[in-house]
């Protein structure tokens, strides 16, 4: 049966596909180094940031983290699945795809994720077809009264769950499924016999409701929402996360935007129905969010797709709120940001539905420092002395990230509005630049404001420990193949993902072959990011690093184990007799730390 492609084709693939060569038609490069640069394909900058490693072919973006190989490379300029990437690296390279080779485990895991997609598949289909029958009559009026078309509908694929317990699940029982898949996928709820001995008692998840499947960039459906069509409550219903959906990871539409080339911008909204009702009109690059606020994930997806976002929230309070989160969150990506600011406390559906898309393509997008000034002034009666200082204060922080001209447009409206003069206003907005605002002090409507770490160095800075920051340096320095394998043991690495990465290298595996190993997005970016950090000019030079590291690693370790005594022993009663032999082996890691200070 087919499962994957050799490893030794594609280590041939990636060296028959030059990533210069490759990247090269696509984006312009400069040698500077050992490294090319360029303005990175995946998200707007001005300055380059993104690298090209002909040594390791790889490529890393020091601005929004993109990284990979020359595979990975394609499926995110292509938008495309690894396996179209590697068919469209082959036919470039004129290589004719091999015989895929068999591997069990792997066999395993893929059957099992592309049966939990069929069960989707088919449930879509269902809920699709259910919709132009009698049982779904109420959930057609309900989509007819949104003001939808029969061929939006088709387009999006909407459907309607009958008022039945268990119909779908029957008709996917019938079909293969088990009840294990159809519970594990989110299509139904299993409940435990109520005799002893008895079968599991099953329903359908959704019942009388009209249905919007999720579909990934890749046309999978991953999961559903379902919007109630009474009083019932919650008035919608989306799948948990899955096997094969995660709600922080992606977004609604998301097929759509991969279809859609060269956007400016993508229009992120709340709602599915606002989605669709925007598509109908003719509006392109519109998704939303799962159910959640817009996630660090979610951001990232929206970067392959367009150089910046529209926030196109809904106009009442909590919408509002959420685009300041929302802005708080692209700009911690590096992604450029506006706010389409709906008028009358509408939401996109319901203005787009009054005032037309000629309504729509009106609407002014507010830069993101506009938009927080425009909610901060809420906040302050500036009537007053005092109010109008506080906000002074508060609106510097915002304007202290913009540049000379970006801060220049503001200061002329800020001295308007409150009466202070331009060298008052440099003065304050110059101090906020150089300290951050104090917890708590910032009102409820704006979130506390600073200006966010750059994003090459933000995942060290926040997240990595000094001893996973030395076991990333030991992955970086044996990737080079200049220092012995066996000066690194692999007991030195706690962190499972570098354990594996150290592993693939000790086997002879390359370097760019590491990134097809990644599980995800964020995992590939980890990888390119340690694989292509800078080292030492000689051999010696990265001997002396790795040894360093060695003794960071090993220090900790033995202090860990030091302490865990420490408090065993703290914990036994003194007339235990294994106290002996622990104190004599905490004794030995004592005399042992004293040699590695």
Same mark, same amino acid.
């Given at each position: 049966m087919a499962s994957r492609f050799p490893s030794s084709w594609l280590d041939d693939l990636r060296a028959r596909s030059d990533i210069v060569q490759v990247v090269s038609s696509y984006v312009g490069l400069k040698?500077?180094?050992r490294k090319y640069w360029g303005l990175c394909p995946f998200h707007g900058e001005k300055t380059a940031s993104f690298s090209v490693d002909a040594e390791q072919q790889l490529f890393y973006c020091f601005g929004c983290k993109a990284g990979g190989n020359v595979i990975s490379f394609i499926m995110d300029i292509e938008r495309c699945s690894f396996n179209e990437a590697v068919e469209f690296l082959a036919d470039r390279a004129h290589i004719p795809l091999p015989e895929m080779v068999n591997d069990a485990d792997w066999e395993r895991r893929r059957t099992r994720r592309e049966r939990l997609l069929q069960a989707n598949r088919e449930a879509a289909r269902f809920y699709h077809e259910t919709l132009f029958t009698p049982a779904g009559e109420a959930s057609l009026a309900y989509l007819h009264r949104r003001g939808l078309s029969d061929a939006v509908i088709r387009k999006f694929g909407l459907g309607a769950a009958p008022d039945q317990w268990s119909a779908l699940t029957d008709r *996917?029982?019938?079909?293969?499924?088990? *009840?294990?898949?159809?519970?594990?996928?989110g299509l139904t709820v299993v409940k435990p016999p109520k005799e002893k001995g008895g079968k599991p008692r099953h329903f359908d998840m959704f019942r009388n409701r009209a249905i919007f499947p999720i579909i990934?960039?890749?046309?999978n459906v991953i999961a559903f929402g379902g919007r109630s069509l009474g009083n019932e409550l919650p008035k919608y219903m989306n799948t948990s996360d899955t096997p094969v959906f995660n709600k922080r990871k992606g977004v609604y539409a998301a097929n759509l935007l991969r279809q859609q080339r060269h956007l400016d911008h993508v229009i992120l909204v709340e709602g599915y129905m606002d989605v669709v009702s925007l598509t109908q009109f003719g509006v392109n690059g519109v998704c939303a969010t799962l159910g959640t606020a817009l996630t660090n994930e979610q951001a990232r997806l929206l970067r392959r797709f367009a150089p910046e976002v529209f926030l196109g929230y809904d106009g009442d309070s909590a919408g509002q709120h959420a685009i300041l989160r929302g802005l708080d969150i692209l700009e911690e990506e590096g992604i450029p940001a506006r706010v389409l600011d709906f008028p009358d406390g509408l939401d996109p559906d319901e203005f787009i539905r009054r005032d037309g898309a000629e309504g729509f393509s009106a609407l002014p997008a507010i830069p993101a420092a506009e938009y927080r000034l425009r909610r901060l002034k809420e906040s302050f009666d500036l009537s007053g002395d005092e109010g109008r200082m506080n906000?002074?204060?508060?609106?510097?922080?915002?304007?202290?990230?913009?540049?000379?001209v970006g801060q220049e447009t503001y200061i002329k409206t800020l001295m308007l509005e409150t009466g202070f003069s331009r060298e008052v206003l440099k003065q304050q907005i110059e101090s906020a630049g150089g300290k951050k605002e104090k917890a708590g002090e910032a009102p409820s409507v704006q979130p506390q404001y600073r200006k966010p770490a750059p994003a090459a160095n933000r995942r060290v800075s926040e997240s990595v420990s000094p001893e996973v920051a030395a076991q990333e340096t030991l992955i970086g320095l044996l990737a080079t193949g200049q220092i012995p394998k066996d000066m690194v043991e692999e007991k030195d690495f706690e962190d499972e993902e570098l354990k594996s990465l150290y592993t693939a290298l000790l086997s002879g595996a390359s370097p760019a072959s590491l990134l097809d190993s990644a599980p995800d997005e964020e995992s590939r970016s980890r990888y390119t990011r340690i694989l292509m950090s800078p080292v030492a000019d000689s051999t010696d030079q990265m001997i002396s690093m790795a040894a360093q590291c060695l003794v960071r690693i090993r220090r900790a370790s033995c202090q860990k184990q030091y302490e865990a005594l420490q408090q065993q022993l703290k914990s036994l009663d003194p007339k235990d007799p294994s106290i002996p032999a622990l104190l004599r082996e905490a004794q030995e890691i004592r005399r042992k730390l004293d040699r590695m200070t």
């Open positions: 040698k500077s180094g *996917l029982l019938a079909a293969g499924f088990t *009840l294990d898949e159809l519970s594990s996928v990934d960039m890749y046309k906000y002074v204060r508060k609106a510097a922080f915002v304007l202290a990230p913009l540049d000379p």
